[in-house]
T-cell receptor, first 112, second 113 residues
């Protein structure tokens, strides 16, 4: 069975700080990897995804993630966060089955 | 275009009652997924439909949970003899199938008293 681990459950940063949210997964086969974001009062929406090719993936709103196969990791990064980035962030993997397996999420708070 | 819609947005019921939760996917999406999100957790996969048939129902927790998609569009998640532990946000997502991006609805918050 596949699983996803997100290392930080709560992160508090000041505006303009750099962000890195960790995500590790366990699955031995080919995977598709996703980061979803849930802004306050809104539904889950896709930030970025990795299927194949360049392991450095760029998404919306200046976010990027790097797939490191040897480390089973897909960490999310942003060089300079904004107050509007306050949200819940979920890493997810699609392995042998079509349903996604999500991590527990990271609650990010950006202080102005 | 319209996104995934779910009704009701909130449902409060008593222990032992039967509930139905509805999902309207994005038009043209052949794949439909149900997830359950408990407080402080990420979404947990329940069931996946490709067209009218349940292609994978391995995530349904027990036989009190059942879902249908009779015409390959709208889906209904049915929960019999609800328990307090069923309280959660039930999310629906749809896609074109396979590895395509899943688009999520706003969810139905179910509270079992």
């Amino acid at each position: 069975a596949q699983s996803v681990s997100q290392h930080n459950h709560h992160v508090i940063l000041s505006e303009a700080a750099s962000l890195e949210l960790g995500c590790n997964y366990s699955y031995g086969g080919t995977v598709n990897l996703f980061w979803y974001v849930q802004y306050p009062g809104q539904h889950l929406q896709l930030l970025l995804k990795y299927f194949s090719g360049d392991p450095l993936v760029k998404g919306i709103k200046g976010f990027e993630a790097e797939f490191i196969k040897s480390k089973f990791s897909f960490n999310l990064r942003k060089p300079s966060v904004q107050w509007s980035d306050t949200a819940e962030y979920f890493c997810a993997v699609r392995g042998g089955a079509d349903g996604l397996t999500f991590g527990k999420g990271t609650h990010l708070i950006i202080q102005p | 275009g319209a996104g995934v819609s779910q009704t009701p947005s909130n449902k409060v019921t008593e222990k032992g009652k039967y509930v139905e939760l509805r999902c309207d996917p994005i038009s043209g999406h052949t794949a439909l997924y149900w997830y359950r999100q408990s407080l402080g957790q990420g979404p947990e996969f329940l069931i996946y439909f490709q067209g009218t048939g349940a292609a994978d129902d391995s995530g349904l927790p027990n036989d009190r949970f059942f879902a249908v998609r009779p015409e390959g569009s709208v889906s209904t998640l049915k929960i019999q003899r609800t328990e307090r532990g069923d309280s959660a946000v039930y999310l629906c997502a749809s896609s074109m199938g396979g590895p395509d991006t899943q688009y999520f609805g706003p969810g139905t918050r179910l509270t079992v008293l």
